[in-house]
T-cell receptor, first 110, second 114 residues
Framework: QKEVEQNSGPLSVPEGAIASLNCTYS??????FFWYRQYSGKSPELIMSIYSNGDKEDGRFTAQLNKASQYVSLLIRDSQPSDSATYLCAVNPGTYKYIFGTGTRLKVLA | DVKVTQSSRYLVKRTGEKVFLECVQD?????MFWYRQDPGLGLRLIYF???????EKGDIPEGYSVSREKKERFSLILESASTNQTSMYLC?????????????FGPGTRLTVL
């Protein structure tokens, strides 16, 4: 079982819709969770981090964490074509290392 | 703003050449990382460093070495490049060893080994 799992997609949503990206992780002691956006040919850039159960909102983005279910998600409201990218979920189990999922490719259709 | 820079965006080398990839961060971060990213395989950790002259192997260290002589600079060395090392190489840094610290990435170096 992979340590951090994401559906590779592509996830296609129409412009203006809500995109829902999901991530599950296997290490129960994981403490912090990060969502990165990566455009094709570019490096990952941080969108949000979340450390406590519940929701965390930043503009059009909402991260949701459920440690009991070992599940973290990212919601993108009012999706725009510029949101089309690969979204990486990363988990830190409390060490120097960060464990990345392979990413979900999002396509926002104009 | 955290800034992580890498010496080259694109690099083409021949099989057997020694290759140096350099990374510099300007935010006094303690930790620095080298990853490679390949389609379908995601980000794989090659090496990381938590202090000057300190290094730890990541998940795929074979064929690579690293050097950290100064806090701001972390170099990845391919002693004898091979075609299976063709990849996107990403450097990252984080402030310290706290789990809540964010990793910041450089722009990446796309290395092609012919």
């Amino acid at each position: 079982q992979k340590e951090v799992e994401q559906n590779s997609g592509p996830l296609s949503v129409p412009e203006g819709a809500i995109a829902s990206l999901n991530c599950t992780y296997s290490d129960r002691v994981s403490q912090s969770f990060f969502w990165y956006r990566q455009y094709s040919g570019k490096s990952p850039e941080l969108i949000m981090s979340i450390y406590s159960n519940g929701d965390k909102e930043d503009g059009r983005f909402t991260a949701q964490l459920n440690k009991a279910s070992q599940y973290v998600s990212l919601l993108i409201r009012d999706s725009q074509p510029s949101d089309s990218a690969t979204y990486l979920c990363a988990v830190n189990p409390g060490t120097y290392k960060y464990i990345f999922g392979t990413g979900t490719r999002l396509k926002v259709l104009a | 703003d955290v800034k992580v820079t890498q010496s080259s965006r694109y690099l083409v080398k021949r099989t057997g050449e020694k290759v140096f990839l350099e990374c510099v961060q300007d935010m006094d971060h303690e930790n620095m990382f080298w990853y490679r990213q390949d389609p379908g395989l995601g980000l794989r950790l090659i090496y990381f460093s938590y202090d000057v002259k300190m290094k730890e192997k990541g998940d795929i260290p074979e064929g690579y070495s690293v050097s950290r002589e100064k806090k701001e600079r972390f170099s990845l060395i391919l002693e004898s490049a091979s075609t299976n090392q063709t990849s996107m190489y990403l450097c990252a840094s984080s402030l310290s060893g706290r789990a809540t610290d964010t990793q910041y990435f450089g722009p990446g170096t796309r290395l092609t080994v012919l």
